[in-house]
């Protein structure tokens, strides 16, 4: 991840502002100014980590936002190196400590919290989809089920977690879906369409829930195959008859199962010889990790 990237910066800038962090009344009313303090990221549940690398990115950019000095917001961040994005991490153990200003801790402490508790929270519980398909050829895919503005860090989480991404935004790919079906005039047209004008090295990919739908986008050149809301059972057989239309080709025709999956059943799934395996859980079901931070002074 570029933590420095315009997005990202823009995001972190906008969560700052949004709490009003350089602005805590409460902090600047109580601590002294001069106060110098060390702050201790702790893991208190088994996780796997991810947004560690946001936080000097977060107090670089809170010291563009507060109006003390510089010499007030001179920071370190320093963590085992053992330690880092993508990596479990046990009840107890110190992700990350921070030394700085005391009352830029205060000011910065939930919204750091809020971004390492969230993306932790979702590369954990990929992680617990991606073990759970261990030794099987399929991949664990996230989806666009993601919070607004946040896509950028929770696709990133997934990685973390050991996942794979699939398409970022609309522009990124093509995935013909039943509504395009219904309003463009039918699965031969659409798809037509779709291979005419696509961009240059962009896959065609069409959703089918049918063994007919199937049917009808083998026929018209699909080029990947989202099976859709299909039992473990549905989507062997799709599988098998994918394979059969490419058996002796040069052509690979890529298989995705979506819809229904949990961690209870995906192993069902993975067991078919699909390719894939999309789980919009991923980001917009992951609970938030359980990481605390504790301040405290140092001597001065």
Not at 13 to 22: F, K, P, S, Y
Request: net charge neutral; charged share 25%; aromatic share 4%.
């Amino acid at each position: 991840m570029d933590w420095k990237s315009h997005r990202i910066d823009t995001l972190l800038e906008q969560a700052l502002i949004e709490d009003q962090a350089a602005r805590d009344a409460t902090t600047n009313l109580t601590i002294d100014p001069d106060l110098r303090a060390a702050a201790s990221v702790v893991a208190r549940q088994e996780l796997v980590v991810a947004g560690l690398g946001a936080i000097p990115r977060f107090l670089e950019i809170f010291a563009r936002l507060d109006p003390r000095p510089p010499a007030q917001t001179r920071f370190e961040v320093i963590s085992h190196p053992e330690v880092f994005d993508g990596v479990r991490a046990h009840p107890g153990q110190v992700l990350a400590v921070i030394r700085h200003n005391a009352r830029v801790l205060l000011s910065c402490e939930r919204i750091i919290l809020n971004l390492l508790q969230h993306l932790s929270g979702i590369a954990t519980l990929t992680r617990r989809y991606v073990d759970a398909i261990e030794g099987t050829h399929a991949r664990v895919l996230d989806t666009r089920k993601t919070v607004p503005g946040l896509r950028a860090l929770e696709k990133y989480a997934v990685l973390c977690g050991g996942g794979t991404n699939h398409r970022i935004d609309l522009a990124s790919g093509i995935l013909i879906k039943n509504n395009h079906i219904a309003l463009g005039g039918g699965l031969p047209k659409v798809l037509a369409k779709a291979l005419e004008k696509r961009r240059k090295g962009q896959r065609v990919e069409v959703e089918v829930r049918t063994p007919q739908e199937l049917e009808e986008a083998l026929e018209f050149g699909a080029e990947a195959i989202l099976l859709d809301n299909m039992t473990p059972e549905a989507v062997k057989r799709s599988v098998e008859r994918i394979k059969k239309e490419t058996e002796g080709q040069e052509r690979w025709i890529p298989t995705e199962a979506s819809g229904g999956v949990v961690l209870e059943n995906i192993r069902a799934y993975a067991e078919t010889g699909v390719d894939f395996i999309s789980v919009g859980a991923l980001t917009h079901s992951a609970k938030a990790a359980d990481i605390s931070m504790g301040i405290a002074a140092e001597a001065a």
